[in-house]
């Protein structure tokens, strides 16, 4: 009689990050195909007044990206052609990529070692005549130090305009990152803590600025519906559907976070015997939102590709700025970066998301021992 082998079942991709999407969304998205208004309604006001009470902020402007809100906070800030703005070279592309769309001179600064973020004492050595702004980034769920960039940016009259795109939540000294400096930006894609879709939204506690930034998103007009347009804009409009995903997503924040602290202690304990492989560290003044749960490992490129073959996606840390082909005509080839370039050859992202099961999570973490057991 002939016999066969039973094949192991292969076991489903664990993703690295992905929404948590669910029947909530879809009573809000109701109200808006029950309105029949799909474009900056009464959704999205409850959107902004949602993001005020959890940042603080005294204005929120809800935008169609967080890019679009970059750049309408440099423009705001009357930042345009022959301006240098000093930016992290670690972090993603679009932080630079506004600066270039304002017409402005992106400068690339090394990181801090400890935290990611934007050094300060990087940034003083960088300040020429032509610098007008610091665009610290508060990089995977952790702070920038805003107490010594205000200080650095008071000293020479530089303005400030934090990319918090990935700083939901977070926050330093017990104030809401994004509320620091002149405005601030978070972002709601796809892959975020909470999610839009798409979004971004603007911080400001100054009128000038916000009204200036409303009129920049809306064609340069202070109001819709009418057609005398007092400055030069563009369509930056967010969407009611947006809102809604938003709205849900807003009131699952607190589940959502303490679950991605669940998910960042249980990886901290599984993996502490490890050598060669350590937690990102998180300064003490910040209270942080653990977006991604991240490491660095002493052999990156050979753990991914392990941990991908047996169906664990994972994520490599931003690609510096001044390696980015893109940006060969901005660099100096003398400028050194060796810090990001170190934490980028060594930094890895776990799977994060909020639907991470504990199952899934204890595979991860086998495979993450068993590859360095069988290297060793």
């Known amino acids: 009689m002939k016999t066969f082998a039973v094949e192991k079942p292969v076991k489903k ?77 670690l972090t993603f592309i679009a932080t630079a990529n506004a600066v270039i ?58 303005k400030v305009i934090e990319d918090a795109a990935q700083g939901v939540g977070v926050t330093f000294n017990n104030k809401h990152v994004g509320t620091f400096g002149d405005c601030g930006v978070l972002s709601y894609y796809g892959n975020k803590t909470i999610t839009c879709g798409e979004g971004g939204i603007i911080l400001t506690d100054d009128e000038h600025l916000a009204n200036t930034c409303y009129r920049l998103k809306n064609h340069g007009r202070s ?8 400055d030069i804009g563009f369509n930056f409009s967010f969407t009611e559907m947006q809102a809604a995903i938003g709205i849900s997503q807003m009131k699952k924040f ?37 977006w991604f ?13 392990y941990l991908s073959q047996n169906n664990i996606q994972t994520r490599r840390f931003f690609y510096p700025l001044h390696l980015q082909p893109c940006y060969a005509d901005l660099i100096n080839s003398k400028k050194q970066f060796p810090v990001s370039e170190k934490i980028f050859n060594n930094g890895i992202s776990l799977p994060s998301s909020y639907n991470l099961t504990n199952e899934d999570q204890d595979y991860v973490i086998e495979k993450t021992i068993e590859f360095y057991e069988n290297r060793n």
């Open 293 to 305: 749960t991240s490491f660095l490992s002493d052999n990156v490129e050979e753990l991914t590709a």
């Open 254 to 290: 607190d589940r959502i976070k303490e679950k991605k602290k669940q998910i960042f202690e249980k990886y901290i304990a599984g993996l502490k015997n490890i050598k060669g492989f350590s937690p990102v560290y998180y300064d003490p003044r910040c209270n942080p939102v653990y």
């Open 101 to 158: 769309m304002a017409g402005a001179k992106p400068v690339f600064c090394d990181v801090d070692e400890n935290t990611f973020c934007l050094d300060a004492a990087e940034v003083k050595k960088l300040i020429t005549k032509s610098t007008k702004a610091i665009m610290p980034v508060h990089l995977y769920g952790q702070s920038a130090d805003m107490i010594k960039m205000k200080e650095v940016a008071k000293e020479f009259n530089l």
């Open 223 to 230: 109001k819709k519906g009418i057609f005398i347009h007092e």
């Open 13 to 89: 991709m664990i993703l690295q990050i992905e929404p948590w999407i669910d029947h909530e969304e879809l009573e809000q998205l109701k109200r808006v195909v029950d309105s029949t208004f799909v474009v900056e309604h009464i959704l999205t006001k409850e959107f902004e007044e949602l993001t005020r009470e959890l940042t603080g902020a005294k204005y929120a402007i809800a935008m169609c990206n967080g890019t679009a809100a970059l750049y309408c906070c440099l423009k705001a800030l009357n930042i345009g052609p022959g301006d240098e703005v000093i930016v992290p070279n």
